[in-house]
């Protein structure tokens, strides 16, 4: 069997390029990656070197001014596309009808004299970075990461919330294998509290539920929608009331290899979306508007952990499905 899957290796990807034999090493050194045999070795390193082909190819076409952003090789460089978006973009779509129900009018018309640039983390509303591993968690990251800005609104104390106890709790969503925002925040406010990710730790699977009221460090009495497709309304609340829940498609190569700049590609679908996010500010560089958004697939990924999404064209639908949460008065 060994001898096959390198005899298919070969087949599909070619011999391993020796001229990269240190760029290999080196990237192996700073992932900690380690594989369970020869065959699975060299597999690896043959998606590898796709990447680095990619990742050198879009670099010398941004070097020429034909692109706003570029790529790198990061921890995901040894998996293939269809590898990342079925392990790590799991998010479900909210259903339609239901998103319009809780949809708040207050924005449909946007508000005037919003600030030119905003930036959350500047302010203390947003938590550090983290990875959500080969875990398909991203719905109860992105849930955390706008409720702990509201409690921090609230209280003044910015508290890391658990996405643990999310995925061991709230039983209507798939802990790794997927969830629903909306139904993360019905949880919380079912349960009447959500614990701080200190007393119920991220574990990067599911376990049975342990959240205790020992540990309750954030609570929301209701969320709200932001009008769909709407730039100008998003921005509205990203401004006026803080971080944001969306949904994004997360599933092209160029946004799993992203390093730095205003991502901008030209072929990324508005239509559908496959990951969670947190939108945590705006701004515009040399004319190009962009939303600062933070991921959760670590600080070795981006811009630290962060990506800057193109503006005002709904790029990757991030304006389809915006949600946050309301912790009252």
């Given at each position: 069997m060994r001898s096959l899957a390198l005899f298919l290796t070969f087949a599909v990807f070619g011999l391993a390029s020796p001229h990269l034999n240190d760029q290999w090493e080196a990237w192996r050194a700073e992932f900690q990656k380690v594989y369970t045999d020869e065959?699975?070795?060299?597999?690896?390193?043959?998606?590898?070197?796709?990447?680095?082909r990619l990742v050198r190819r879009h670099n010398l076409e941004a070097e020429a001014g034909n692109a706003t952003f570029t790529l790198g090789l990061n921890q995901l460089a040894d998996m293939t596309t269809d590898e990342v978006n079925a392990k790590l973009n799991r998010l479900k779509e909210e259903d339609p009808t239901s998103f319009d129900s809780w949809t708040s009018t207050r924005w449909d018309k946007g508000v005037e004299k919003l600030p030119e640039s905003v930036d959350w983390r500047q302010k203390g509303l947003v938590s550090p970075v983290q990875n959500q591993g080969h875990c398909g968690s991203c719905?109860?990251?992105?849930?955390?990461?706008?409720?702990?800005?509201?409690?921090?609104?609230?209280?003044g104390v910015l508290q890391p919330l658990s996405p643990q106890n999310l995925m061991d709790c709230s039983y209507e969503n798939h802990g790794c294998k997927g969830g629903w925002v909306s139904k993360a925040f019905?949880?919380?406010?079912?349960?009447?509290?959500?614990?701080?990710?200190?007393?119920?730790?991220?574990?990067?699977?599911?376990?049975?539920?342990?959240y205790s009221s020992r540990g309750r460090a954030g609570y929301c009495v209701s969320f709200a929608a932001v009008p769909s497709s709407n730039e100008m309304a998003l921005q509205a609340v990203v401004a006026l009331v803080g971080p944001v829940s969306v949904s994004?498609?997360?599933?092209?190569?160029?946004?799993?290899?992203?390093?730095e700049g205003v991502y901008d590609p030209p072929d990324c679908s508005t239509e559908t979306t496959n990951h969670a996010v947190l939108v945590v500010g705006y701004g515009t560089d040399q004319g190009l508007d962009y939303w600062i958004v933070k991921n959760s697939w670590g600080s070795k990924w981006g811009e630290q952990g962060y990506i800057r999404m193109a503006r005002n064209k709904n790029l990757c639908a991030i304006a389809r499905r915006p949600i946050y949460p309301i912790v009252g008065n």
């Open positions: 065959a699975e070795a060299v597999y690896r390193r043959a998606v590898w070197e796709n990447k680095w719905w109860a990251f992105s849930t955390v990461g706008a409720l702990e800005g509201q409690m921090a609104r609230k209280t019905q949880y919380i406010i079912d349960n009447d509290g959500i614990d701080s990710g200190r007393c119920y730790p991220y574990e990067e699977k599911v376990r049975d539920c342990r994004i498609n997360a599933g092209l190569p160029s946004f799993h290899h992203y390093k």
